[in-house]
C-alpha cells in the first residue's frame, strides 16, 4: 500500500520504500514497511522505542542492509547504488554525533572536507552553518563544554554540511529539554520551508503532529496506520472524556460507571490512575451523564474534562496500547531518553518488536 | 505508485577510479589528523600511553630489576628496555579499541559510513594516527631508558631497525584491538578484555624476566608465543647477538595477525552496529 499522497505528476518521491524487512536473528524488527515521501515534504515516522523506526533509518541511509523489498533515496537504491545515496542524504541520530575534543567549528569543517569540498569552501560552509545555528559564541569552544541542546545543534548542523537532498533524523530531541526541544522544532521547520525532504522519526506523539503533515504509525515492524494529523485523529471519531481516580483501588469502579458512556473501551493508565474513554460526538451530553454515574458509584475524580483527541488516543486506538508502552504493556517512562543513547534504542529494537 | 515513476534517475557524476583513491589517500590524512589532535587534547590519553611506561620503566628498573638476574651486557637495564619497548607498542592498542568503541556507540562511525567518504578512512585514518602515537611514545621511553643507563650496543641501524620492529608490531596489535572495538563496541567491556589477553602474552613472555626462570609449563607457553619472538629479535637489534631465526618468526606471527585481523576489523567496519 502506498502510504502517502504522491508529489506532483511526474515527479519522483524522494524517497521510495516496498516491502522493506529485516531481522535480527528471530527478531523481526522490520516486517514488511512501504513508504513513498514527495520531494520538498516531510514525513513524521512515529512509533514507540522498538517500533522499528531506527533500523528504517538505518537501511534507508545505507547502514544497513535489508533482508528483502527495496528503497530508493532520491532514486538511487540503498543497496546497489549506496554510494549515491550518501552524496544525496544527511543523517542526524539519535546521539550527538560530534567529537567532543573538537570545537564545533572544527567538527563541521572536518565534515565538510570529508565531502571533498575545499579548503576555503569547507570553512565558509561551517561559519554559515554556526551562523544559522546559533553556535557562533560557542564555535571556537571545544564541543565537550556545549549543552545537550547546543551539542544536538551542532551534529544537525554537521548532517546538513553536503547541503543533503533527503535529510534524516532519528528522534533528533530526544533526551533533550523541554526549551531545546523547541529550538530543535523552529530549526526542523526552517528547513523544510528551504525545500528540503526530511523524514523524521519520533516517539513524542506532538512532535510527529508539530512538524510532520504526513504520519505514518508504525509498530512492531508494520505500518499501522498514514495520514495526516487530523485523519488520524478523525479515526477514533470525536471527542475524548479524561479524568483522574486519585484513588487507584477505586479505577475498576471507575471504569464499570462510565463503560456505557464511551464508544470504546475506556483506557486505564495504572500508573497516574487517568481514565479516558472515546466519546464520539455525543460532546456534553456524554459529560453530564459521566458527572452522574460516576457519583453514583461514588468514586471521587478530579479534572473531568472533554478534550479533541491526541495522536496519543490514535495510538490507543490502533495499537490496543500507549504510544509508551511496549508490546507487554510495560509502562515506559516518556521522555527519560534512552539508555546509552543509539544502542539503547537499538537493543530495545531487537527484544520489543 | 508505480515502479517506472521512481525507477531510474540520473546518477551524479560518480567519481574516477583515480579520483577515489586520491579520496582513500586524502580522507584517511583527515582522519589521522584529526585523531592526532584529539589526543593531544585528552591528558588522560597522554598520561595513559606516556606516564604508564615510564612508570614501568622505574618500576622495573629500581624496584624489581635488582632481583632478576639476567646475562647480557650491561646488565637488567639493558634486558628490560626492549621488553618495555614492545609492551610500549602492545598496550597502545588500548587506545584504538577504545577510541572506536566510544565512535560507534555515538553514532559518530554511523555518520561517517553515511557519507560520501572513502570506506576505508576510518579504519586507515585511525592506524595512521595510532602509529604517529605509538612511534612518539616509543622515543620518548627510549629517552627516559637512556636517562636510567640503557644504550644501544649494536650500532644504529639496528637501533632504528628495533624501532621499526615495535612499531610495526604495535600495528599488528592496534588491529586486533580495531576489530575487537569494533566488534565489542562498548568502551569498558572492551578494556577489560584487552587487558585478558594482552597481560598474559607481555608478561608470560622474555619481556621482563629470562624465561629459564619460569616453572616448566610456563616456559612452554612463554617460548612458543609471538611476543617473545618480537622482544628477542629487539633485544638482538638493541644489544647485538644472533637476530635471524628470531626475526624471520617475528615476521611470520607479525604477517598472520595482519591476514587474519585486517579482514575482520574491515567487516566488522562495514557491518558496525
Redesign the interface.
Same mark, same amino acid.
Given at each position: 500500500m502506498s502510504q502517502t499522497s504522491s508529489g506532483p505528476a511526474g515527479s519522483r518521491p524522494a524517497i521510495l520504500v516496498e516491502g522493506l524487512t529485516k531481522s535480527f536473528g528471530d527478531v523481526r524488527a522490520l516486517r514488511g514497511i512501504d513508504l513513498s515521501v514527495p520531494q520538498g515534504t516531510v514525513l513524521g515516522v512515529l512509533g514507540p522505542n522498538g517500533a522499528g523506526k531506527t533500523t528504517a533509518v538505518r537501511i534507508l541511509t545505507t547502514l544497513l542492509l535489508p533482508d528483502a523489498g527495496r528503497a530508493l533515496v532520491d532514486g538511487h537504491d540503498v543497496v546497489r547504488e549506496a554510494a549515491a545515496v550518501r552524496r544525496s542524504i544527511g543523517l542526524a541520530g539519535q546521539s550527538a554525533a560530534i567529537q567532543e575534543e573538537l570545537t564545533g567549528r572544527e567538527n563541521l569543517e572536518l565534515i565538510g572536507r570529508l565531502y571533498h569540498l575545499s579548503k576555503a569552501y569547507a570553512r565558509s560552509r561551517a561559519a554559515e552553518l554556526l551562523e544559522q545555528f546559533d553556535l557562533v559564541d560557542a564555535a571556537d569552544r571545544p564541543a565537550r563544554g556545549f549543552s545537550g541542546g547546543m551539542q544536538r545543534r551542532l551534529d544537525l548542523a554537521a548532517s546538513l554540511v553536503g547541503q543533503p537532498t533527503v535529510l534524516f533524523l532519528d528522534e533528533p530531541t530526544t533526551g533533550l529539554d523541554p526549551r531545546s526541544r523547541l529550538g530543535m522544532w523552529d530549526i526542523i521547520r526552517s528547513l523544510v520551508t528551504g525545500g528540503t525532504t526530511l523524514l523524521l522519526t519520533t516517539q513524542y506523539l506532538d512532535e510527529a503532529d508539530e512538524l510532520a503533515r504526513e504520519i505514518v504509525v508504525i509498530d512492531h515492524g508494520l505500518v499501522i496506520a498514514a495520514g495526516t494529523a487530523e485523519q488520524l485523529k478523525d479515526r477514533i471519531g470525536g471527542d475524548v472524556l479524561e479524568f483522574t481516580v486519585p484513588d487507584r483501588t477505586r479505577c475498576s469502579d471507575a471504569v464499570t460507571a462510565i463503560s456505557k458512556i464511551g464508544q470504546s473501551e475506556p483506557h486505564v493508565d495504572g500508573e497516574t490512575g487517568v481514565i479516558s474513554v472515546g466519546v464520539g460526538s455525543r460532546g456534553s451530553d456524554a459529560l453530564i451523564e459521566a458527572v452522574r454515574t460516576l457519583d453514583n458509584a461514588a468514586v471521587e475524580t478530579r479534572g473531568l474534562a472533554l478534550r479533541r483527541p491526541s495522536l496519543d488516543d490514535v495510538f490507543l486506538a490502533l495499537t490496543g496500547h500507549a504510544a509508551e508502552e511496549d508490546g507487554q504493556g510495560n509502562r515506559r517512562r516518556r521522555g527519560r531518553g534512552k539508555a546509552g543513547g543509539r544502542r539503547g534504542g537499538r537493543d530495545a529494537a531487537k527484544v520489543t518488536s | 505508485?508505480s515502479?517506472a515513476?521512481?525507477?531510474?534517475?540520473?546518477?551524479?557524476a560518480?567519481p574516477s577510479m583515480f579520483t577515489q583513491a586520491r579520496?582513500a589517500v586524502?580522507?584517511s590524512l583527515?582522519?589521522a589528523k584529526?585523531n592526532l589532535? %584529539?589526543w593531544t *587534547?585528552?591528558p588522560a590519553f597522554l598520561v595513559f600511553t606516556v606516564i604508564q611506561p615510564v612508570m614501568f620503566v622505574l618500576l622495573f628498573r629500581y624496584v624489581f630489576g635488582g632481583a632478576i638476574r639476567v646475562k647480557v651486557p650491561g646488565g637488567y637495564v639493558s634486558f628490560l628496555m626492549p621488553g618495555i619497548i614492545g609492551q610500549t607498542a602492545a598496550f597502545a592498542s588500548f587506545a584504538t579499541a577504545i577510541a572506536l568503541a566510544q565512535e560507534l556507540?555515538?553514532? %559518530?562511525i554511523? *555518520?561517517?559510513?553515511?557519507?560520501?567518504?572513502a570506506r576505508s578512512?576510518v579504519l586507515t585514518g585511525r592506524l595512521g594516527a595510532d602509529t604517529v602515537r605509538m612511534l612518539v611514545t616509543i622515543l620518548i621511553i627510549v629517552a627516559v631508558g637512556y636517562a636510567v643507563g640503557f644504550r644501544f650496543l649494536n650500532g644504529f641501524g639496528p637501533a632504528v631497525a628495533m624501532v621499526v620492529l615495535a612499531t610495526v608490531f604495535g600495528l599488528a596489535i592496534c588491529c586486533i584491538a580495531a576489530f575487537t572495538g569494533l566488534a565489542i563496541?562498548d568502551e569498558e567491556s572492551v578494556q577489560a578484555f584487552g587487558l585478558i589477553w594482552l597481560f598474559p602474552f607481555t608478561f608470560v613472555s622474555s619481556a621482563f624476566v629470562p624465561i629459564q626462570s619460569m616453572p616448566g609449563w610456563l616456559q612452554a607457553f612463554a617460548n612458543h608465543q609471538p611476543v617473545t619472538y618480537v622482544i628477542d629479535t629487539m633485544r638482538g637489534l638493541a644489544l647485538g647477538g644472533p637476530v635471524a631465526a628470531n626475526l624471520w618468526k617475528s615476521i611470520a606471527w607479525l604477517a598472520g595477525i595482519f591476514i587474519v585481523f585486517v579482514p575482520l576489523a574491515v567487516r566488522a567496519y562495514r557491518r558496525a552496529?
Open positions: - | 505508485m515502479a515513476v521512481a525507477a531510474s534517475a540520473p546518477a551524479p560518480a579520496w586524502s580522507d583527515l582522519i584529526r589532535l %584529539v *587534547r585528552v556507540k555515538k553514532g %559518530v554511523d *555518520r561517517l559510513r553515511s557519507m560520501p567518504m578512512a563496541g552496529s
